[in-house]
């Protein structure tokens, strides 16, 4: 069965414009979170140790989001993913947000695995099998 990854996010008065309302790249920083999140506690490499002791990170190299409804100043909002796939050095992930059971936005992000070595810039590499294998358990089943 697959996994659905998960965190909980209250909107602060700093990610509201002055109508109240979510402004739409504080839903960015609030997904960027979410990954983060991911893979520190879901895949078990956090995003300092992949820099630090690999040298490594996952950029964002593509992102689409569906806007639902807004979202407002308090509003506990639930971002979820789950992974749609897994490529030799990229993942695509499923994301959703609701609040109380009500569709806030739906939408698709991919990182890239990237060596991070400052001489030549991010160059694409090969997940790791214990990264690739931890993320498998969020993996779509493919749709039958």
């Not at 630090?52 to 992102?63: F, L, S």
């Not at 979202?71 to 490529?87: K, M, T």
């Not at 997940?127 to 779509?140: K, N």
């Amino acid at each position: 069965m697959t996994q659905v990854f998960s965190i909980r996010r209250q909107v602060e008065f700093n990610h509201c414009d002055p109508a109240g309302i979510v402004f739409y790249p504080r839903y960015f920083e609030m997904i960027s979170a979410l990954i983060e999140r991911f893979f520190a506690d879901a895949v078990g490499v956090s995003w300092k140790a992949m820099a630090a002791t690999e040298g490594t990170g996952t950029p964002m190299g593509d992102i689409h989001i569906r806007f639902e409804a807004p979202s407002r100043l308090e509003d506990l909002l639930d971002l979820s993913l789950s992974v749609a796939a897994i490529g030799g050095a990229s993942a695509r992930f499923a994301l959703r947000c609701t609040c109380a059971g009500e569709l806030r936005f739906t939408g698709e992000a991919t990182v890239i695995y990237a060596s991070l070595d400052s001489g030549s810039g991010a160059r694409a590499a090969r997940w790791p099998d214990p990264v690739r294998q931890s993320m498998s358990r969020y993996l779509d089943a493919p749709d039958t």
